[in-house]
T-cell receptor, first 114, second 115 residues
Framework: AQSVTQLGSHVSVSEGALVLLRCNYSSSVPPYLFWYVQYPNQGLQLLLKYTTGATLVKGINGFEAEFKKSETSFHLTKPSAHMSDAAEYFCAVTPDSGNTPLVFGKGTRLSVIA | NAGVTQTPKFQVLKTGQSMTLQCAQDMNHEYMSWYRQDPGMGLRLIHYSVGAGITDQGEVPNGYNVSRSTTEDFPLRLLSAAPSQTSVYFC??????????????FGDGTRLSIL
C-alpha cells in the first residue's frame, strides 16, 4: 500500500528565504507524484507533477521538485519565498500501474514572515 | 469553463438530519471522488466512481452514500448527520481511472458543521 509522509505540519520562513517542504513516499511500484497547493477557503490546485523522464520538475509560481528514487523523496522547493506563497501544501502519490486512488499526505502549512 | 462545482458552500445541520452535497463537473471526466479534510489529517477519500453506474468505497465511507447516475454528477449523501462528520468536503474529478499521471481537479469545497 502506498503512503505519503510530509515532514513538518507547519513551516515558517522569512520573505525572500528558501522554501523547502519535504515529502517521502512508499510505493512498491514506480509512482506518479504530485504537489498541490490550497489557499485559504479554496480547493486544491496542482502545483506540479512527476510522471516519467526528467527528475527535476518545474511548476507554477516558481516552485520545483526533484524526484529521488533512492531516497523515495519528492521535496518541494522555491528559491525565494513571497508573502503570496502562504498556503497549505499537499504531496500526493499514485502508482503508475494498477488502479488505485490518489493518496495524500497530511499537508504542510507554510507561513511567510515579512 | 466551470470545472468542478460544489453546492452548497456552507451548511449547518443538526445531529440526525440528512442532506446531500452536490458535485457537478463539465469536463466529461469519468473518474470522480469525494474527500473530507480535517485539521492534521490531510485529505481522506470517502467514495469514488470510475464511471456512471460504478462506485466504490474509500478510506472513510461509513455514514455516507453515493450514486453516479450521470457522468456529470456525483452527489454525496449524509444519511444521519453526526458531529464527527463536521468537516470540509471536496469533490474532485479526473479524465479517467487509468493511473497515468493525470491530475485531479478540485471543487472549492463544502464547509459542513453538525451541531
Amino acid at each position: 500500500a502506498q503512503s505519503v509522509t510530509q515532514l513538518g505540519s507547519h513551516v515558517s520562513v522569512s520573505e525572500g528565504a528558501l522554501v523547502l517542504l519535504r515529502c517521502n513516499y512508499s510505493s512498491s511500484v514506480p509512482p506518479y507524484l504530485f504537489w498541490y497547493v490550497q489557499y485559504p477557503n479554496q480547493g486544491l490546485q496542482l502545483l506540479l507533477k512527476y510522471t516519467t523522464g526528467a527528475t527535476l520538475v518545474k511548476g507554477i509560481n516558481g516552485f520545483e521538485a526533484e524526484f529521488k528514487k533512492s531516497e523515495t523523496s519528492f521535496h518541494l522547493t522555491k528559491p525565494s519565498a513571497h508573502m503570496s506563497d502562504a498556503a497549505e501544501y499537499f504531496c500526493a502519490v499514485t502508482p503508475d500501474s494498477g488502479n488505485t486512488p490518489l493518496v495524500f499526505g497530511k499537508g504542510t502549512r507554510l507561513s511567510v514572515i515579512a | 469553463n466551470a470545472g468542478v462545482t460544489q453546492t452548497p458552500k456552507f451548511q449547518v445541520l443538526k445531529t440526525g438530519q440528512s442532506m446531500t452535497l452536490q458535485c457537478a463537473q463539465d469536463m466529461n471526466h469519468e473518474y470522480m471522488s469525494w474527500y473530507r479534510q480535517d485539521p492534521g489529517m490531510g485529505l481522506r477519500l470517502i467514495h469514488y466512481s470510475v464511471g456512471a453506474g460504478i462506485t466504490d468505497q474509500g478510506e472513510v465511507p461509513n455514514g455516507y452514500n453515493v450514486s453516479r447516475s450521470t457522468t456529470e454528477d456525483f452527489p454525496l449523501r449524509l444519511l444521519s448527520a453526526a458531529p464527527s462528520q463536521t468537516s470540509v468536503y471536496f469533490c474532485a474529478s479526473r479524465i479517467n481511472w487509468a493511473a497515468d499521471g493525470q491530475p485531479q481537479h478540485f471543487g472549492d469545497g463544502t464547509r459542513l458543521s453538525i451541531l
